[in-house]
């Protein structure tokens, strides 16, 4: 009511506020300009946050624009000044229109910003929490929320500078986890066969208590370490617990040397006691009533031979006892004649 006729009759005293309309103008189209090239085309989180400034900036110079003054152009005052420009409702709303976008868009990529970075402390936390752990269930853990992190990544927005960035991350991050997991698998699996491999020596240390075994008692107890050891030994050199393998590989083969030893001991006596004991059975049974001197020296040579087959039987086999018994019964025989 009071600017209209003011502008019609003397412009120049509007000169101000067309100064403040053309300024504000310039700077409103030259921010989003500027905003719409750092938003749109962003190429790190600086840009962003530049970009979050020139709209702020347009959105403020736009505010000073008076809306009341759109319907019509300052003809008189433009001709005397030589605007340049045509400010309609039309172009304010498009103005408007493309900061509210650009500040939707700014929000989105903010908080995709906010979600890679949370994804990567997460993912680097993760890692170092697998690196210091000291047992198998620590490790699961850590890998699990590895896994949870790598997640993070592939649901970020593909439209926004955080999902181009994310994805293109995720791949590196993606090669290391599956190479940890592939290491892990090949631990677990090698932890897996040490384990068993301690159950078996652990059930035949548990059978070897006794000082005396039969044969297929040390038989079985063989078998036991033999399955200890064949898990062991498909331990790969490349595993990182081969040493370990090998370190209870070098003890359980010792161990069986030494049930070797011990049973070949007791087949050795077993047979021994078995060969005095059928050579007892044709001397008893050949025996003369009344033997001459030539039947009394094959006696004797006879109960020689058994005391020698008695002889070959050891300590800690399971006929020691008895062979010792029949020992003193032969040698006491053989002192008779």
Request: glycine share 4%; hydrophobic share 40%.
């Amino acid at each position: 009511m009071i600017r209209r006729p003011v502008a019609g009759i003397a412009p120049m005293l509007l000169l101000p506020s067309y100064l403040s309309m053309d300024r504000n103008y310039r700077e409103a189209i030259a921010h989003v300009e500027q905003a719409d090239q750092l938003v749109n085309q962003a190429t790190s989180a600086a840009d962003i946050g530049l970009g979050a400034e020139k709209v702020k900036l347009a959105q403020e110079n736009l505010d000073q624009l008076p809306v009341w003054f759109l319907g019509y152009e300052p003809v008189r005052m433009c001709h005397f000044m030589g605007c340049s420009w045509n400010f309609t409702f039309d172009e304010f709303s498009r103005a408007r229109a493309q900061v509210g976008r650009m500040n939707a868009r700014i929000f989105q990529e903010n908080n995709a910003l906010t979600q890679l970075q949370t994804a990567e402390t997460d993912l680097q936390k993760a890692k170092q929490a697998y690196q210091t752990a000291t047992n198998v269930s620590q490790q699961q853990n850590a890998i699990a929320d590895w896994q949870t992190a790598l997640d993070q990544l592939t649901v970020l927005p593909r439209e926004t500078l955080a999902g181009t960035t994310g994805a293109t991350k995720y791949r590196n991050y993606e090669r290391d986890f599956n190479r940890v997991v592939g290491s892990v698998a090949g631990s677990n699996q090698t932890q897996t066969m040490i384990a068993a491999a301690q159950q078996f020596a652990a059930l035949a240390t548990q059978n070897s208590q006794k000082s005396a075994y039969t044969v297929t008692e040390w038989q079985q107890i063989e078998t036991l370490w033999s399955n200890a050891i064949d898990r062991l030994q498909k331990v790969d050199s490349t595993d990182p617990d081969y040493l370990a393998a090998q370190s209870y590989l070098a003890d359980y083969t010792q161990k069986l040397g030494v049930v070797k030893t011990r049973l070949e001991t007791e087949e050795k006596s077993t047979l021994a006691i078995a060969e005095a004991k059928r050579q007892t059975q044709e001397l008893i049974s050949s025996l003369p009533s009344k033997p001459n001197p030539d039947e009394r020296n094959r006696l004797i040579s006879r109960l020689q031979g058994i005391i020698d087959q008695l002889k070959q039987v050891q300590p800690n086999t399971t006929v020691y006892a008895e062979a010792q018994t029949l020992l003193k019964q032969a040698q006491s025989k053989l002192s008779q004649l």
